[in-house]
């Protein structure tokens, strides 16, 4: 991999106003934003963006599954009330300024070096790219769990910062808008993972920059109430019985960590069981 000095650091500087050029150059004058600092100019970017994929996301996906396959995959006394969605947004919207602060702060990193990323993927080849991915989620992926977990094990935890998300704990009352809405540090704490795995494991930016804002979509995704059957996805069939026992599916991404720690609940079994 490339040296860390000065220029090739210089590659992520580069990246991270092309972000900015991307977003903010259709709503603010180039010369307006480009005078705010540096942190500013992030913040503002991620903020713009992730609004708008939350709502974009949101949206869509309550169209297609309310409306257009309406009674098809929620039955309509499982549906959320408008209210209850408005209520979600509400709760996301306010969290959503803070949530910002981490995908700025992990760029504020990665600029200055500290972090183990690199800028592309010719610097290691795509095998070691798909080797780093995979050990990045698994990262990932072990993080969320255990702080997901602690959320719910540890008492003050839960009830000053978790309780906030799960309000919703029926079907007909969690929708794709709930995915995002949490106090802002709880969601803060459930996407540390994404940063500490920067440290850990050499991480090509762009994707560490996807992912977290892929975070909005799938989080929309496992929210539905939709179950998709595709092992070992921890989908929303999973999820659903999280929010209804609160003991049970922690994972994030796969059932791999709830399988190993004892805390896996399949819905297969759960509807043998009902039926």
Same mark, same amino acid.
């Given at each position: 991999m490339a040296g860390r000095g000065a220029e090739y650091l210089h590659q992520f500087v580069e990246e991270t106003d092309w972000y900015n050029g991307i977003v903010l150059d259709g709503l603010l004058? =180039? @010369? !307006?934003?480009?005078?705010?600092?540096?942190?500013?100019?992030?913040?503002?970017?991620? *903020?713009? =963006? !992730?609004? !708008?994929l939350y709502f974009v996301s949101g949206f869509l996906w309550c169209f297609y599954i309310y409306y257009l396959k309406r009674n098809v995959y929620v039955p309509k006394d499982a549906r959320p009330s408008n209210k209850a969605m408005i209520l979600q947004i509400v709760v996301a919207m306010? !969290?959503?300024?803070?949530?910002c602060v981490l995908p700025t702060l992990s760029e504020c990193m990665v600029e200055n070096g500290w972090t183990r990323c690199f800028s592309s993927i010719r610097e290691v080849g795509w095998p070691a790219y798909a080797v780093y991915l995979m050990t990045y989620l698994v990262i990932v992926e072990f993080g969320i769990y255990w702080a997901h977990r602690e959320l719910h094990d540890i008492k003050p935890l839960y009830k000053y910062l978790h309780a906030t998300h799960h309000v919703y704990n029926k079907q007909n009352t969690l929708s794709p808008f709930a995915g995002l809405a949490f106090h802002p540090l709880d969601g803060i704490l459930q996407a540390v993972p994404h940063v500490i795995a920067l440290f850990l494991v050499p991480t090509h930016f762009m994707t560490h920059m996807l992912l977290l804002f892929c975070e909005a979509v799938w989080t929309a995704n496992i929210h539905d109430c939709v179950h998709g059957k595709v092992w070992p996805v921890m989908g929303a069939g999973y999820h659903t019985i999280h929010h209804t026992t609160y003991r049970h599916n922690y994972?994030? *991404?796969? @059932?791999?960590?709830?399988?190993?720690?004892?805390?896996?609940?399949?819905?297969?079994?759960?509807?043998e069981k009902a039926e």
């Open positions: 004058p =180039g @010369v !307006a934003w480009r005078r705010l600092p540096r942190p500013l100019q992030s913040w503002l970017r991620n *903020y713009i =963006g !992730a609004t !708008a306010k !969290a959503m300024p803070w949530y994972g994030h *991404y796969t @059932v791999w960590m709830d399988w190993m720690f004892g805390t896996l609940r399949d819905p297969e079994e759960e509807l």
